[in-house]
């Protein structure tokens, strides 16, 4: 791969001028067209993190989000937005849209316009740009979700009480037969809620056979849909069902109602990550609520003593049951 050195031999100039020429400050015509030119020819590309780690500060902050249409991220951004901006600080936002490809796309943007640090809630399991930031010492926080392999502190809820909480509350109810609805296979967050709320129902003598929990292809509302038929359609299907993220949740409940069946009476459905409208559904949504603007707020925190150049450790804070009553609990919930 072609270096800076390497374009300033082919044009005849310094390393300088390149470097001039690629941040638009040559003087002369004739030297930037011969500079562009090299550039092309050798398939030269800058190194953008580089390039942003030797700027000066421009209080400007970058957030990657995995998926902006999904809710729970959408208020997740709007409370980083919120606390960046009472601190002095912009933000520059990018939706990953679940794409890796995408997420590096903005990640390298974003190091191009010199932001101070970057967020990340990482599509997937991370991705090359991500990893290079990383690498390349870039103040980076993880939002949500861990990476294996990048050494950056995360900022996430912690879901162990709430799903020990849920086991209790299912078994109260008289549900012995739960099933789960994970995300992809591999991604750390979705196998942890799994575990945990394995060993939450273990304590009650309620098993978690393999037929009962089923890998979405993606957290949309199609791959929860997916998968609830699949689990409907076992000879003795689940009694009550777990879907680890809110629009799987709901595409769950799509297929629950298409088959002319009803929740909680034919099964009782629960949702990973609250939604403020789970409320005011038919019936409304027992939820795993995690604490998002707080999420915010000690993301941009941890975000800001990195760009200080202070040590900054993980957050981990409690993520909270909200009992309403698609499991059958009484009305007074």
């Not at 991500?130 to 949500?144: I, N, Q, S």
């Not at 098993?207 to 929860?224: I, K, N």
């Not at 299907?237 to 799987?248: E, K």
């Not at 795993?288 to 981990?316: I, Y």
């Amino acid at each position: 791969m072609a270096n800076i050195k390497d374009v300033a031999e082919r044009a005849g100039v310094s390393v300088a001028t390149v470097s001039r020429v690629l941040n638009g400050r040559s003087p002369v015509a004739e030297t930037r067209e011969r500079v562009l030119a090299a550039v092309a020819e050798l398939g030269y590309r800058p190194n953008v993190v580089a390039r942003a780690l030797r700027t000066a500060r421009t209080r400007t902050l970058g957030l990657v989000i995995s998926d902006l249409r999904n809710p729970f991220f959408t208020e997740l951004a709007d409370a980083v937005e919120q606390e960046a901006r009472r601190l002095g600080y912009s933000l520059i936002i990018g939706n990953a849209g679940e794409s890796t490809r995408q997420q590096d796309d903005h990640i390298r943007t974003l190091l191009d316009r010199r932001i101070d640090g970057l967020l990340v809630s990482s599509a997937g399991t991370g991705s090359a740009m991500l990893r290079e930031a990383a690498d390349a010492g870039t103040p980076l926080v993880l939002l949500d979700r861990t990476v294996p392999g990048v050494a950056a502190p995360c900022v996430r809820a912690e879901g162990r009480a709430a799903l020990t909480e849920l086991a209790a509350h299912l078994a109260a109810l008289g549900r012995r037969r739960p099933a789960v609805i994970v995300a992809p296979a591999g991604t750390p967050i979705g196998d942890e809620r799994l575990e945990l709320f394995r060993a939450a129902l273990a304590a009650h003598g309620i098993a978690l056979p393999p037929e009962f929990v089923g890998a979405s292809p993606d957290l949309r509302p199609e791959g929860g849909r997916q998968v609830m038929r699949r689990l409907l359609d076992l000879p003795e299907p689940p009694d009550a069902v777990l879907a680890t993220d809110n629009l799987m949740a709901l595409g769950a409940l799509d297929e629950v109602r298409a088959r002319g069946l009803r929740v909680p009476s034919d099964v009782a459905l629960v949702a990973f990550d609250d939604v403020a409208w789970f409320a005011h559904l038919d019936p409304p949504l027992t939820a795993v609520a995690q604490p998002t603007r707080a999420l915010g707020e000690a993301a941009v925190h941890t975000l800001l003593e990195r760009v200080e150049g202070r040590e900054a450790p993980s957050v981990l804070l409690p993520a909270r049951l909200v009992k309403r009553r698609s499991c059958g609990e009484p009305a007074t919930h």
